[in-house]
């Protein structure tokens, strides 16, 4: 099981991840795309990484944006490795379809 990430720790990835936003409770981002069909590309072309990474983000979808936040519900919906794993696994999925 992942350890939750440091204040600290946290603070610092942040620094090299544009877009991101957060906390010790969680990461955040929203991605705007195209239009709706953009952002549903988006969402189905990742899950297979999400399930693979068995990993999965709290997302939701307004037309053309898409909201992500990312913790960890098994260590007590904390930021962990994981967490940081799969934003950069999202980053790579959206600019497929920006
Ligand atoms: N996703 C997230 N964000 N946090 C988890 O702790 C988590 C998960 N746990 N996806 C996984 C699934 C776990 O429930 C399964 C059983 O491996």
């Not at 898409?66 to 007590?76: E, I, K, N, Y």
Request: hydrophobic share 45%; glycine share 6%.
């Amino acid at each position: 099981m992942p350890e939750p990430l440091l204040p600290a720790a946290i603070a610092e990835l942040l620094v090299r991840m544009p877009g991101w936003s957060g906390d010790t409770n969680g990461l955040m981002r929203t991605y705007r795309f195209h239009d709706f069909t953009a952002a549903m590309a988006f969402m189905h072309g990742a899950a297979p990484a999400i399930d693979q990474l068995d990993h999965h983000p709290e997302w939701s979808n307004v037309y053309n944006r898409v909201s992500v936040t990312l913790r960890t519900h098994d260590a007590g919906d904390r930021v962990t490795e994981l967490d940081v794993k799969l934003a950069r696994l999202l980053d790579a999925e959206a600019a497929r379809h920006l």
